[in-house]
Structure formats: C-alpha cells, structure tokens
C-alpha cells in the first residue's frame, strides 16, 4: 500500500472489517430481516416474555414466509435457495431481537422442513413444503424424549406396523412450535431401526400441550407430543430417514444456524452496553471512559467478532460443500459459551438496569441458558471435538 492510500475508518459496529467480506445479495438479506425485526419484534418482546407467550405466532410466520426466511437455505418448493451465509446472517438478525423468534424459523426450516426436503418423497415435498415455506403450516420436530436427550438412540417413542399401517406410541419432549404446529417431524424406532414419520398433528392420538412456567426462551411456544396409537399410512414414512443419521444431520444444519443466532444475542447485549457505558455519569464522567469499562468491552468486542468471523468461516464452508459436523460442533460449543459470557459482562457494565426488561441484556442472557443445552449440551460437543482430535471414543 503506497503512503498516500488512504485507509478506512475504524468502524465500531465492524472492527474487523467483516462487512468486506459480504456480496451486495448478503447485505439485501440482512436489512430486509434487520428491518421485520426491528418493526414486528422488538417493541412487543420485553412484553412477550413477561408474559410468557408468542401472541400472533401464525401471522409471524406467514410475514417470515414472505420475506424468504422460512427454509430459505433449501431450493425449490417455494424456497428461498439462499446462501448458507445468507441464512446465517438471517438467523444472527432474528435472534438479535431475540432467541424464541430465531428458534421459531431454525425448527421450522433447519429442521422439520430439512427433513422433509432431504429424506421425503416427492409427494411429502409437494405436500408440505411449498405451505410451510410460506408460513401457512407450521412444523415442528420431535426427536428429545423426558428421559432421553443427548442419548435418542435409547429413545422409547415406537412405531408398529399394521396392515400397511404405521402406529405411533410414545413421548417427546422440549419441542418448539409443538402447540401450533401443522405438522410433526416425528423419530420413532422400529424394527428396521430409527425411521422418521410425517405426523399431521391432526391424527386421532396426537396432541402437544404447551409447557409452562418456563425462565427462559418465554417467548416461543415449547411444547410436549403425546402420541397415543396414532395411526399413519405407509405414505407417512420418510423414505431415505433411516437411523440416526437422519436426526442427527438435522441437528447439524440447525445448530449452524445457532453458531450464528448465538452472536446476535451477543451483539445486542453488548450495543446496550456500549450504549449505556457512553451515557451514564458516575463521579462526574461517563462510566465508558474509565479504564475497568473500556477493558470489559475491548474483551466483549474481540469475542463478538471473532464469533462472528467464525460463523462465516463455517458459512463459506458450508456452500463449497465442506462444512463437517465436527466444525458445526467447534462453532457451536465457542460461541454459544462466548455470548453467554458476553452477556454476563454487559450485565455488570448495566450494574441494576442489566436486570430490567427495559434493556434485552438479561432476556439474552437467561434465552441462551437453552440455547446452550438444546441440540448438543456443552459436554456433547467436547466429546465429539475430543473425539475427533483423539481418534478415540469416549461416548460410553
């Protein structure tokens, strides 16, 4: 570079520059989410999980199916055919406003409509993806059982044949969308080993009442599927969605949505900070220009960002075909960690405004409570990095 170029502005919203690294179609996506975000979420959120409900769930998703977002990384069908990045962006824009919105699109598209578009037949696709791409119906995914979470293969959720039959019996648990869901991407084992079921949550024997009395992802609807002798035709099976190779590679495309999400938790929580470090006085000054402060959001920048280069790292692999589970388990097990630490952090830089609901930073902070557990605790994902560096085994 020659002494008269002129180089950038540094860019406090982008320390690193990342924004570089996006295509103009990267940049459209994440404004138009940015923008249903900021006009349809954030100003009711603080009431929503007060209160502990998503009111207007359905006219939510049916804005999210028109802007693209439901499904979006899926092609044809009424799909967006998006980038990996692109969702990414996406899910980091949903969650900035909150988790339980971001965890409404990841199950719906990463997860119960992925499982159809890649383990469905024809007829399945037809049947429902065009209608869920568009908001109309909405899915859910039953794989976690009350006693097994990070062991589905031990799960006691059965299907028998019948005749030409199929008959459910069993429980799952911890399932967004469940109460409202149109239909239900169901695991079950059977005789020829773990097969996934298409379940209109209609069928006789189907229910899912709502779980309550939730601390954290309160606004989302979370549920628990109760199957009692429901009884499908053999249409209803997923034909290519046999053993845990199914599920689990699901929970692969749904936990790299999570890389992402988990930073815009980060990102919003450390903005609030920021923000209120360069306006509130103590001993005569903003408390932003005391050195302990400055030290806190230096700390809280540097993971932020390198989070969120991360997740495009991941991103970009995920598009040239490259992205392996283990590298989804990297990014998940790092940032999901990091933006709960942010979120600590920001806390204190708020001293008793951080637990106000006037501020998003303790919502953020008890949202990623789930947002830990949920599709691979913190121990599973250092087991299968353990095992993928070791060679060796330490599952069982």
């Known amino acids: 570079m020659s002494a008269s170029a002129k180089l950038p502005p540094f860019d406090a919203a982008d320390p690193l520059g990342i924004d570089d690294l996006l295509e103009p179609e990267d940049r459209a996506v994440r404004a138009t989410v940015r923008t249903w975000a900021a006009d349809r979420v954030l100003p009711y959120v603080a009431d929503w999980y007060e209160r502990g409900e998503l009111p207007g769930i359905r006219d939510l998703a049916r804005e999210l199916g028109s802007i693209g977002a439901l499904g979006m990384s899926l092609t044809g069908y009424g799909c967006a055919g998006a980038s990996a990045v692109q969702y990414g962006l996406a899910c980091l824009e949903l969650e900035a406003a909150d988790s339980g919105i971001r965890s409404l699109v990841s199950v719906q598209g990463s997860l119960a409509m992925y499982a159809i578009h890649r383990f469905g037949s024809e007829e399945q696709k037809l049947e429902w993806l065009p209608r869920m791409a568009a908001g109309e119906v909405i899915g859910c995914f039953g794989l976690t059982e009350p006693d097994h979470g990070s062991d589905p293969a031990s799960m006691r959720t059965h299907a028998k044949r019948d005749g030409d039959d199929w008959v459910l019996n069993g429980r799952k648990m911890w399932i967004t969308n469940g109460s409202v869901a149109g239909v239900a991407v169901v695991w079950a084992q059977t005789e020829e080993g773990i097969r996934g079921f298409v379940v209109p949550t209609d069928s006789p024997g189907f229910s899912a009442p709502e779980i309550k009395h939730k601390w954290s992802l309160r606004a989302s609807v979370t549920s628990e599927l109760v199957l009692d002798d429901v009884r499908l035709p053999a249409t209803a099976v997923l034909p290519e969605g046999t053993g845990l190779r199914g599920p689990l ?144 085994d330490a599952f069982r």
Not at 258 to 280: C, H, N, P, Q, T
Not at 295 to 309: F, P, Q, T, W
Not at 340 to 353: D, F, M, V
């Open 249 to 392: 590679s699901c929970l692969s495309h749904a936990r790299y949505g999570i890389v992402w999400g988990a930073m815009g938790a980060a990102r919003s929580s450390f903005e609030a900070a920021l923000d209120y470090a360069k306006s509130r006085e103590q001993f005569g000054r903003p408390i932003g220009g005391f050195q302990l402060t400055q030290a806190k959001l230096a700390d809280m920048a540097v993971e932020l960002h390198k989070g969120i280069l991360l997740a495009h790292h991941l991103g970009r692999r995920m598009d040239a075909g490259r992205l392996r589970p283990e590298q989804v388990s990297f990014g998940k097990l790092n940032n999901v960690r990091e933006a709960i630490e942010i979120c600590r952090t920001a806390r204190t830089i708020l001293g008793a405004n951080g637990i106000s609901l006037e501020y998003p930073v303790m919502r953020h902070a008890t949202n990623l409570e789930s947002v830990l557990t949920y599709e691979g605790t913190v121990e599973m994902h250092q087991l299968v990095l353990g095992k993928a560096l070791t060679g060796l």
